[in-house]
Nanobody, 128 residues
Framework: HLELVESGGGLVLPGRSLRLSCAAS????????IGWNRQAPGKEPEGVSC????????YYGDSVKGRFTTSTDNAKNTVYLQMNSLKPEDTAVYYC?????????????????????WGQGTQVTVSS
């Protein structure tokens, strides 16, 4: 049974940090790229980050470069998204998703459409 489960969302003050986790079961991080996407109310989905262990590559969306970092713990089959210097415009539901490959253009990650698999999402709210 393949499943992606996000956790770690919540309410945080602007400028603070938050770490999201995506626990994968039923699939190997060696064969799938794991992307973090987000969607705010009334907006289109946006690509946040994507990591491919197979290609030893990590990519980020323009709006989070320099602030967010994604990493993996292969022993736990888990992907993390460390979010620093959070802004109110980072408020959204964050989803992790499994893809055959990251959708990348000029070294920037973009939401590439419906993924092969995705989790239920976790809400991140940045507000004072």
């Amino acid at each position: 049974h393949l499943e992606l489960v996000e956790s770690g969302g919540g309410l945080v003050l602007p400028g603070r940090s938050l770490r999201l986790s995506c626990a994968a079961s039923g699939l190997s991080l060696d064969y799938y790229a794991i992307g973090w996407n987000r969607q705010a109310p009334g907006k289109e989905p946006e690509g946040v980050s994507c990591i491919s262990i197979n290609n030893n590559s990590t990519y980020y969306g323009d709006s989070v470069k320099g602030r967010f970092t994604t990493s993996t713990d292969n022993a736990k089959n888990t992907v993390y998204l460390q979010m620093n210097s959070l802004k109110p415009e980072d408020t959204a539901v964050y989803y992790c998703a499994a893809y055959v490959a990251c959708t990348v253009y000029r070294n920037t990650y973009y939401y590439g459409g419906a993924p092969n698999y995705w989790g239920q999402g976790t809400q991140v709210t940045v507000s004072s």
